[in-house]
């Protein structure tokens, strides 16, 4: 803020006729008092004295500039906050006051008669009192009422501090220090922030008592005094296959075996848990019946006649069992009312897993045999009809045309050799000039029957006579069925090894359940878990009752937002 400079104030006073020394002088009739602030009784004597004014020099301001200058220096000296002060800088602005400073806003806002400091919230200080008195908004107010001030609602408010006429009655301030309003108006404060958090914090348990630890008790009292004794029964068991050669080797017997791969595991394991076994066990055991007893309490026992589904439930939930892939071991717990039912409900989950396993690759080995079995049994056919075939080849025959064939040939190399002598002996004599005649008649004769004897036997060879082939054509189809003889018998040793290996095929899809830990009934109880089962129980309530809360402080938020 910035002001003029200004000269020295002095405030000029001046007694009426017939004033005494020591008296306040009094106003004329209409005119409006000149409040002056309360001193000491020296300097109201020294001014008392003063019959003439004195000349002062600089400028003179007027009483309603001294009067504010007064007025601020008294609000500066009641030790306002600056909270008090801001919020009477707002009061100001909002009923369109001229203030140049915070106290500037003070002291125009107690002229007009507003209480710059007035509250309406639910932590208001200022109470009305009897008689229409209030108590002012700001701690430490130590002006009054602007004199001559009238009419409105603060005609009848006093605002500290207050200025009285010289020569008024002088009595003891009933007003307390600043300081100890403030300290009073703290400890109201902190008293009813006290009592509301009492307040809160009964709610609040109250609240936790409904929603979290009544349904705790009875889910406490439920799990120690009503439930009924649950027996467990633990075991164990491996799925592995025959890694030996099977029937193709004396010792495919002795090779080692290994895990089955995990896809016959997460099979055997589907079928436990399916409502198939949980048929074939009620039929076998009675499950239903087991649970429908009444020696199981009201939650965890079946109806009189309960529906598949409803005891299929249940069987999910007694029935654990559970697969690990590392170890390749098959974990299985069996919950029941009594032990002895909890071992006989094991066993007979065991051998439906036995039959379950023995049937898992039955279907693959039946149908690699049955055609590896239908293979070899048309080889041995097709070898069968071509070892016939040559039989009656043979026997058709007589005798083997292949050595008929080889003997003829012979013979016919002898005579073609036979017949070249006398054809060149033919030629000899036929070279003389007058050759003998018998001679060349012998020779021509030679060579006549030597060629007819060739000719009977190109012709016994190749041509055909009366009801059977040539020599030609059963050699033929003697070696086509020689040669269809040594087909079948390949393809019957292919169809053979093909069958072998069908078995060892088989064999190495045989699977095993080898059972490692065997069910044993158990002494104690193993459900409920009174102890667990209650803190798992006020953990769930707890959570519950925190959702409810942030979800409805959420939605109180974004209604009054």
């Known amino acids: 803020m910035t002001t003029k400079p200004k000269a020295r104030k002095f405030r000029v006073k001046r007694s009426a006729n017939g004033a005494t020394e020591g008296d306040a002088p009094k106003p004329a009739a209409g005119a409006k008092a000149d409040p002056v602030t309360v001193q000491d009784p020296a300097r109201a004597n020294a001014a008392a004295k003063a019959d003439q004014p004195q000349p002062q020099s600089g400028e003179v301001s007027s009483p309603q500039q001294v009067r504010g200058e007064t007025d601020m220096d008294a609000i500066r000296r ?5 909270r008090q002060l801001r919020m009477a800088r707002r009061v100001a602005q909002k009923h369109g006051l001229p203030a140049t400073s915070d106290f500037d806003a003070v002291r125009l806002l107690r002229e007009k008669g507003i209480d710059p400091f007035q509250r309406s919230n639910m932590l208001e200080l200022v109470v009305p009192q009897a008689g229409g008195a ?22 009848d408010r006093v605002q500290l501090p ?22 009073r108006e703290i400890s109201d404060i902190q008293k009813d922030i006290t009592r509301r958090r009492r307040k809160k914090m009964g709610l609040l348990i109250v609240r936790l008592a409904f929603f979290v630890l009544i349904p705790t008790f009875f889910a406490g009292y439920y799990f120690y005094k009503i439930a009924t004794p649950m027996y467990a029964t633990d075991s164990q068991f491996l799925i592995i296959q025959n890694e030996g050669g099977g029937g193709a080797s004396p010792f495919g017997g002795l090779l080692p075996t290994q895990f089955a791969n995990s896809a016959d595991s997460i099979a055997t394991q589907a079928y436990l848990q399916s409502k198939d076994a949980m048929l074939r066990l009620d039929e076998d055991a009675g499950f239903k019946e087991h649970f429908s007893g009444g020696d199981v309490d009201a939650i965890q026992r079946l109806t009189e006649d309960p529906t598949n589904e409803e005891a299929y439930k249940l069987y999910k939930k007694n029935i654990k069992i559970g697969y690990d892939p590392t170890e390749g071991v098959i974990r299985m717990e069996v919950i029941a009312a009594d032990p002895q039912t909890a071992t006989t409900f094991s066993e007979r989950l065991l051998q439906y897993a036995e039959d379950r396993v023995n049937h898992l690759s039955q279907a693959k080995r039946e149908d ?33 045309p292949e050595a008929v064939i080889a003997a003829i040939r012979t013979q016919i190399t002898n005579y073609e050799t036979l017949l070249i002598e006398k054809q060149l002996e033919l030629a000899a004599l036929l070279d003389n000039a007058r050759p003998n005649r018998a001679k060349v008649e012998g020779a021509q004769g030679d060579v006549r029957r030597l060629e007819a004897a060739l000719a009977q036997l190109n012709d016994r060879m190749n041509n055909a006579t009366e009801g059977n082939n040539s020599l030609a054509q059963q050699a033929v189809s003697l070696q086509l069925a020689q040669a269809d003889l040594v087909n079948a018998d390949t393809n019957l040793q292919l169809a053979q090894t093909g069958l072998e290996q069908a078995r060892t095929e088989a064999s190495r899809q045989v699977r095993y359940l080898t059972v490692a830990v065997r069910p044993v009934p158990s002494e104690e109880p193993s459900y409920p878990r009174k102890f667990e089962n209650t803190i798992l129980a006020f953990l769930i309530f707890g959570g519950i009752y925190l959702m409810l809360s942030l979800t409805s402080s959420i939605l109180r938020e974004q209604v009054t937002s």
């Open 78 to 82: 009641e030790g306002l906050t600056g």
């Open 134 to 155: 209030q108590h002012e908004g700001g701690p430490g107010n130590a002006l009054a009422e602007i004199p001559g001030q009238k009419g409105g609602a603060g005609a």
């Open 162 to 183: 207050q200025t009285v006429p010289v020569g008024g009655e002088k009595l003891p301030s009933t007003e307390v220090s600043p300081m100890e309003r403030r300290m």
């Open 368 to 400: 690699g045999m049955r055609d590896a079995q239908i293979g070899f049994e048309k080889a041995t056919q097709a070898r069968r009809d071509a070892q016939q075939r040559l039989i009656e080849l043979q026997v058709e025959n007589g005798v083997d």
